[in-house]
């Protein structure tokens, strides 16, 4: 038999969830890497819990693929003297035979850089797995990065957690790996409310036998189930609505080897309090999820479901002890929110509060946000007092709310807190909505800002933050972005291009460096810092964006526009205009400057119906891009009958101009929408 069943198991102290979980992604990737070096090739399945990280494969191949190796050698004029192939072989050639096991009756030759020289193939046999599965595994695990890693008593190696033992199996056989200052045994551990005794395992068999007796489900996604099944079963018998937040859900279920769902509840006093409060205390602190009243997920119950990893039946126990724990949390967090109340929105303390380095602080930053919209609010909306008073009285209060305790206390409440502190002093609602929605949008998938007091906080915010960062050097590198700047400009092109803003980005860019002050800034370098933004927004073909732009087209929403234009034509066959076009593009190399079309010139009947069908298409009333666009292809079977039959160089200087004019007028036409030259290039 060639095959075994691998299985290795990784036993470690509790993992931190979420360092674990975005590693956890690349497992596979770099397990089958590590395999191909070594020349194994094997699917296998990755399972985790709490404490353990297996690894599982039904068929693992037992000897390593066999390694052919191809191998030149000296040139035939160093390898036999005088260079002759039949006769004697000098050191050199006979150093090669013995090096390779080739006899000279079986000699090849092969040439290589202009010579001949001697050839060689070698096979080297495949290896037994059972010899090297342990450094396999070992270097699989020296592969992994969660970000911080531990060292632990005198073992100079790290990981996540302090490693407690590995256990590797091929079918019945155990291997032993010696690694992080452990001598790995056949045994595990079973969940802690069984004991800490050590459990000897047979097999894969026998090790989930054990571990199903000892409480520990293995396979994530059974625990995920169970979990969303008893998240059901609640909703139905106590008649309430639970909201599934995937990231708590994933959390939860990697921090429980049996997870069991429970339904707490806090006094309803403390439905007072803001319900992102509620939802952040109990989600960050405790990992519970959000009850609801009602279906649409609006009012907060007084209710919690926690996802324990007990196996013992005591349920009123365990949620008393963990009620009492959510009690003190919210007793704090309503004594911080009475005392924001008491104190308001006032920006005193900004200038105590530093934004960034060599940036100022954050009094600064907010009066750049108002220089910045006033220009937006000029640009987007035209003159609109009602709008600029509120957008500045958003502005001026926005980061007030960094100085509450509340936001003190979570962080990622800022903003929020400010609106419902706006309220509570009786601010504009619209003002209100505004210092909430400045920090949207706040992800990939987030949603952007509604109100147009939202949507000017929120680009001032942003512009600001770029210019700023930029200004004193911390530019986005390779991979690295700290600050999010990259997220940032696309969160501003999503804004502009959902509400189809007329914006010519580079004039506002020059604009608000003049007008504002930064300093050491590139305009050229921030203009295309956006742009490089636009492909990850568009998901269309590079090559389409980049002919738009080549046309020195500004605006965001016509770059847009031109580009889904040019891709709804092109895309299904790019082909169709681009060996035509980039001949047009290629004759005219040089800038020719338009002059009118003198149809009394026209000699011959090709370029007569090229111009007759160019003003066909002149004539209409073509009302988008896709239409102009489609039209102009049609122009393709005129163009290439032009191109073969037509002699544009002629002696007589007014004919050969006026044959240059014609296709200097189509070209002009495309270049309204995208550069052909850079069409042209799809496929070249």
């Known amino acids: 038999m060639n095959k075994a069943e691998l299985f290795v198991e990784i036993l470690v102290e509790e993992l931190p969830a979420i360092p674990f979980l975005r590693e956890f992604k690349n497992f596979n990737t770099k397990w089958e890497s590590v395999l191909k070096e070594f020349g194994i090739c094997a699917k296998s399945e990755f399972y985790y819990t709490p404490r353990r990280i297996v690894i599982h494969c039904k068929d693992f191949p037992l000897m390593t693929e066999d390694k052919v190796l191809e191998v030149y050698g000296p040139p035939v004029q160093v390898a036999f003297q005088n260079g002759d192939k039949n006769g004697t072989m000098t050191p050199a050639g006979e150093a090669f035979l013995k090096k390779n096991h080739q006899k000279l009756e079986n000699l090849q030759f092969r040439e290589k850089q202009?010579?001949?020289?001697?050839?060689a193939v070698n096979v080297e046999k495949g290896m037994e797995v059972k010899n090297i599965i342990a450094p396999i595994v070992h270097k699989f695990l020296m592969s992994l990065h969660f970000g911080k890693h531990m060292r632990w008593g005198d073992v100079q190696e790290d990981f996540i957690r302090p490693v407690r033992n590995i256990a590797i199996f091929l079918d019945d056989i155990f291997?032993?790996?010696?690694?992080?200052?452990?001598?790995?045994?056949?045994?595990?551990?079973?969940?802690?409310?069984?004991?800490?005794?050590?459990?000897?395992?047979?097999?894969?068999?026998?090790?989930?036998?054990?571990?199903?007796?000892?409480?520990?489900?293995?396979?994530?996604?059974?625990?995920?189930e169970l979990v969303l099944k008893n998240i059901e079963s609640l909703q139905k018998t106590k008649g309430v609505f639970i909201e599934i937040d995937e990231e708590l859900l994933d959390e939860v279920v990697a921090i429980t080897e049996c997870p069991r769902v429970m339904l707490g509840e806090f006094e309803k006093e403390f439905l007072k309090l803001p319900k992102e409060v509620i939802i952040t205390s109990m989600k960050e602190n405790q990992r519970y999820f959000a009850v609801y009243q009602e279906k649409n997920l609006q009012q907060l119950s007084h209710h919690f479901v926690m996802v324990g990893n007990a196996t013992t039946q005591e349920e009123e126990v365990i949620l008393s002890g963990n009620e009492k724990v959510l009690k003190a949390r919210l007793k704090d967090a309503m004594f911080f929110y009475e005392n924001d109340l008491k104190n308001g929105l006032s920006n005193a303390g900004l200038k105590n509060l530093i934004f960034i380095d060599g940036a100022g602080n954050m009094q600064d930053k907010v009066a750049r946000e108002k220089q910045i919209a006033q220009i937006l609010l000029t640009r987007l909306y035209g003159a609109n007092k009602a709008l600029k008073d509120k957008t500045l009285e958003c502005i001026e209060i926005s980061k007030a709310d960094l100085l509450s305790e509340m936001v003190y206390e979570f962080s990622n409440l800022q903003g929020v807190m400010g609106y419902y502190y706006a309220l509570a002093m009786q601010k504009d609602n619209d003002i209100a909505l505004g210092i909430k929605e400045q920090y949207l949008p706040f992800g990939e998938d987030s949603i952007l800002p509604d109100t147009d007091v939202g949507i000017l906080a929120s680009l001032a915010y942003r512009f600001d933050n770029i210019l700023t960062l930029f200004s004193v050097g911390k530019i986005p590198t390779g991979s690295k972005d700290p600050f999010a700047l990259r997220r940032m400009a696309s969160g501003i092109l999503k804004i502009l291009i959902k509400n189809q803003f007329p914006f010519l980005l580079r004039s506002f860019l020059c604009e608000i460096v003049e007008k504002v002050g930064y300093k050491n800034i590139d305009i050229d370098k921030i203009f295309s810092f956006f742009i490089e933004r636009m492909d990850g927004i568009l998901m269309l073909n590079p090559v389409f964006l980049k002919s738009v732009l080549a046309t020195q087209e500004e605006d965001i929403n016509k770059i847009v526009a031109k580009t889904q234009a040019v891709n709804a034509v092109l895309s299904s066959n790019p082909d169709a205009l681009t060996a035509t076009f980039k001949r047009v593009a290629n004759f005219l190399k040089t800038e020719i400057e338009l002059q009118n079309i003198k149809p009394d010139l026209f000699v011959q009947k090709e370029e007569k119906s090229l111009y007759q069908e160019y003003e066909k298409i002149k004539q209409k009333d073509l009302t988008n891009y896709v239409e102009k666009i489609q039209n102009l292809c049609t122009l393709k079977p005129f163009l290439d009958t032009f191109f073969d039959n037509v002699m544009v160089n002629v002696d007589d200087e007014k004919i050969k101009n006026n044959r240059i004019q014609l296709i200097t007028h189509i070209y002009k036409e495309f270049l309204e929408i995208a550069d052909i030259k850079e069409i042209g290039s799809i496929n070249n």
């Open 114 to 119: 202009g010579k001949e020289v001697l050839f």
């Open 175 to 224: 291997v032993s790996l010696q690694a992080y200052g452990i001598c790995g045994k056949p045994q595990t551990q079973l969940h802690r409310d069984f004991g800490f005794a050590w459990q000897e395992v047979k097999n894969f068999t026998d090790y989930k036998q054990k571990l199903v007796q000892g409480g520990v489900i293995l396979q994530q996604d059974m625990r995920r």
